[in-house]
């Protein structure tokens, strides 16, 4: 079975350093990655996703992503984080084995300070 | 907006009433989800609909009834909850079940269950 890990329930950056959310998966086969951002009292949007395509993908907000999958992992990051950014961030997964339904992580919760 | 609609945004209700939350999408997408959404824990895919048949039902109690009218329109009636249904009811969309185009979320139902 299909499981996402997100190393990290919350995640302390300054305003203008880098940005690195980290998560792993687990997929026998092929797997569809995302990211998704929520912000107090709304639901998720889609930040980015990897689709089998580029393995560096670029997202909204000047987020990004690497997938490697020698490390099995999908980690995000920014450069230079703002006070905006500060959200809940979810990693998820989905492939064929699970009728491609998403799999989420448990969430990483990012504050930025000034 | 997001192009998925939820109401209400909030609702309390007795563990003896009845009680639906409505989900409206109008991106074309023939796919709709229920996920529920509780502190501390991931994500919980319940039901899944493409093209108004259910595909899925990830072992929801019966106290959930979803029901699919047509492929813009999903509900969740509601009956005789306990304390521990509350949570962020949080309907979602895609394209179809290929996985390759992620989700687009509403705003969620905060639901508490008195």
């Known amino acids: 079975a299909q499981s996402v890990t997100q190393l990290g329930s919350h995640v302390s950056v300054s305003e203008g350093a880098l940005v690195l959310l980290r998560c792993n998966y687990s997929s026998s086969v092929p797997p569809y990655l995302f990211w998704y951002v929520q912000y107090p009292n709304q639901g998720l949007q889609l930040l980015l996703k990897y689709t089998s395509a580029a393995t560096l993908v670029k997202g909204i907000n000047g987020f990004e992503a690497e997938f490697k999958k020698s490390e099995t992992s999908f980690h995000l990051t920014k450069p230079s984080a703002h006070m905006s950014d500060a959200a809940e961030y979810f990693c998820?997964?989905?492939?064929?084995?699970?009728?491609?339904?998403?799999?989420f992580g448990k969430g990483t919760s990012l504050l930025v300070t000034p | 907006e997001t192009g998925v609609t939820q109401t209400p945004r909030h609702l309390v209700m007795g563990m003896t009433n009845k009680k639906s939350l409505k989900c409206e999408q109008h991106l074309g997408h023939n796919a709709m989800y229920w996920y529920k959404q509780s502190a501390k824990k991931p994500l919980e895919l319940m039901f899944v609909y493409n093209f108004k048949e259910q595909t899925e039902n990830n072992s929801v109690p019966s106290r959930f009834s979803p029901e699919c009218p047509n492929s813009s329109h999903l509900f969740l009636h509601l009956h005789t909850l306990q304390p521990e249904d509350s949570a962020l009811y949080l309907c979602a969309s895609s394209q179809d079940l290929a996985g390759n185009y992620g989700y687009t979320f509403g705003s969620g139902t905060r639901l508490t269950v008195v």
């Open positions: 998820a997964v989905s492939d064929q084995n699970s009728g491609y339904a998403l799999n």
